[in-house]
């Protein structure tokens, strides 16, 4: 679960039958709160939109093409490792201090 930013209070009004469903999970032990169990609903609900856009955006076909190229491709890399290996590889060729962002000028002869 991800971190929280503030917390603010509101009132939603909800159909009888939604309100046992919630208090079921609380009941349950599923959730310790009610609060938990609507901010769980909306993070789904959440990832459903984002799938549903990328649906639309790059068609369902596209999706699996691209998710079966990623697991063919081996394992994944930590992103932080990747980056400083490339920074690593451009201060070798560039010089140190020229790799982090900074506009690099060519060093060819006549340049």
Known sequence: MGKMGKVEKISVSLPKEMVETVNQAVESGDYATASEVVR???RKWESDRAYDRAIKTYGLERLRSLVREGMESG?????DEVFAEVKARLEHKWGRGNAGGKAVTSRRKGS
């Open 40 to 42: 769980e609903a909306l």
């Open 75 to 79: 394992p994944a890399r930590d992103a």
